[in-house]
Structure formats: structure tokens, C-alpha cells
Nanobody
Framework: QVQLVESGGGLVQAGGSLRLSCGAS????????MGWFRQAPGKGRRFVAV????????NYADFVEGRFTISRDDVHNMVYLQMNSLRPEDAGAYYC?????????????????WGQGTQVTVSS
């Protein structure tokens, strides 16, 4: 069992930045691929970014490419999402996810672990 807790969300003006954090307990994150997803009100949960367990691979949704960066710090059992040049359409609840592989994270495999989410609001 992996317990994930997101933090760092808040209100930011368009063009601003936020850094989201995801901390784990119960088990180290070193063996997991980690991802970030977001969900706007009334919308489905959508893939944002993923990083492999060894941090050698990362990829992003087209709509955040060049603006967001996913990173991990396995010494401190943390995963981050640096969000720059934020747009109003980036608003929503952001969730971190742990899975066995990059593919299972991206595909939202039923066995993945999820945090409870942190809210991001971007003013226009």
C-alpha cells in the first residue's frame, strides 16, 4: 500500500507559476513510475505528465509541453510538478499517481495508487 498526498495548489494569475508536491508514506516511491493528472469540474481526469521509476524517461501531454516539468526526489520520497506560464484552462484538481510502469500510469491502470488531489485555480 502506498499513501500519496498532494500539496502546493492555490490561486495564481495567468502567466504565473506553482510547484505541486506529492509525498508518499507506507512505501518508498523508488520502484514506481509517477504521474500527474488533472480534472476540471465536470470533466474527466486527464494525463499531464509522467516520469519513470529511474527518472530516465518523462513525457507530457501536448497542452503542457514546454511549460510543466515533472521531477522526483527518491531520497525524500517526493514527486513534483513545476508549472510555469499557467493558463486559465490549466485550472482543476491535480492528482499524483503511482504505478508499476510509465505505461500503466498513463493508462490509469486499475492497480495504480492515487492521492486525494490539490486544487489549482488560475485567474484570467
Amino acid at each position: 500500500q502506498v499513501q500519496l498526498v498532494e500539496s502546493g495548489g492555490g490561486l495564481v494569475q495567468a502567466g504565473g507559476s506553482l510547484r505541486l508536491s506529492c509525498g508518499a508514506s507506507g512505501r518508498t516511491l523508488g520502484g514506481y513510475a509517477m504521474g500527474w493528472f488533472r480534472q476540471a469540474p465536470g470533466k474527466g481526469r486527464r494525463f499531464v505528465a509522467v516520469i519513470s521509476s529511474d527518472a530516465t524517461e518523462s513525457n507530457y501531454a501536448d497542452f503542457v509541453e514546454g511549460r510543466f516539468t515533472i521531477s522526483r526526489d527518491d531520497v525524500h520520497n517526493m514527486v513534483y510538478l513545476q508549472m510555469n506560464s499557467l493558463r486559465p484552462e490549466d485550472a482543476g484538481a491535480y492528482y499524483c499517481c503511482a504505478g508499476t510502469t510509465v505505461r500503466t500510469v498513463r493508462m490509469m491502470d486499475v492497480h495504480n495508487y492515487w492521492g486525494q488531489g490539490t486544487q489549482v485555480t488560475v485567474s484570467s
